[in-house]
């Protein structure tokens, strides 16, 4: 462990007659930092197994950080994350459970995790289910995400958004447009739309709340006080679903 490789470096530099508290690089001769060096060579090649407790030590204490970090920033945005009424909602508006997603239209990841996101929502009549438009795969993912905000004011979003998440391939200018005109949108309207303030706004704020709560990547779920990353399983959302279930 890190105490180890504490004492052996103390014990090194009793070695050589130097207080620990005062010992500094310039207190030693080139000599001996040459010796010294080659005990903390040699003793971590005789005891990987020390160097790798450092490391995971190391490890552990990083992810620890990071998800108190995460807790405290979904704590101080709580309203904006789960209460946002600029943010589409689906499944039931009142249900006991809210579940938030963090998506780009163009994140194969996103596409991947769709279908058991809908069997969710269609089997769980008490599940809440909030979208949150985060483009940041390039400029075609932010013109997908504004033709979806323009949608929701032709009451269009849901079939907007299942019919993105079904399209595969490229996905450019051409295919958003193709897919808002398959759906029954006015596509004039839409692009007048898209422009607006409101939706300027609104991925604005998701954008910012992503940066906040330190969102790396899509998808990214969060569900009570939990922040999860990356694509997950129907199971594996279903018991995120029970365990905040049973915290209430």
């Known amino acids: ?23 500094h690089a310039s207190d030693f001769t080139p000599d001996q930092k ?18 790798m407790e450092a490391i995971q030590a190391a490890d552990d204490k990083l992810k620890s950080d ?60 008490q599940l809440r289910f909030v979208f949150k438009e985060f483009p940041v795969l390039g400029p075609e993912s932010e013109v997908a995400a504004r033709v979806a905000l323009a ?12 019919a993105m998440m079904a399209a595969t391939g490229r996905i450019d200018d051409a295919v958003i447009f193709k897919v808002t005109g398959s759906v ?12 607006s303030l409101d939706v300027e706004q609104e991925l604005k704020a998701n954008l910012a ?7 790396d990547g899509t998808p990214s779920f969060i569900i009570g006080d939990t922040i999860v990353p990356g694509a997950i399983s129907a199971d594996a959302l279903r018991q995120l679903i ?7």
Do not use: W
């Open 34 to 51: 040459k010796q010294i060096e080659a005990i903390i060579h040699d003793y971590l090649k005789a005891h990987p197994e020390v160097l």
């Open 209 to 215: 709340l992503g940066r906040a709560l330190d969102l």
């Open 66 to 125: 990071a998800r108190d970090k995460a807790a405290k920033a979904l704590a101080s945005h709580r309203d904006e994350v789960f209460n946002d009424p600029r943010s589409p909602v689906a499944g039931n508006p009142k249900g006991d459970v809210t579940l938030v997603e963090f998506f780009d239209y163009r994140c194969p990841y996103c596409k991947q995790v769709e279908p058991a996101l809908e069997k969710l929502i269609g089997e769980d009549r």
């Open 1 to 23: 462990m890190l105490s180890r490789i504490l004492f052996l470096l103390l014990a090194v530099i009793a070695a050589f007659g130097a207080k620990p508290p005062a010992a």
């Open 151 to 162: 949608a929701r004011k032709q009451g269009k979003y849901d079939a907007f958004h299942h």
């Open 242 to 248: 029970a365990d905040a279930r049973e915290k209430k």
């Open 184 to 195: 029954g949108l006015d596509i004039d309207k839409v692009k007048q739309d898209m422009k």
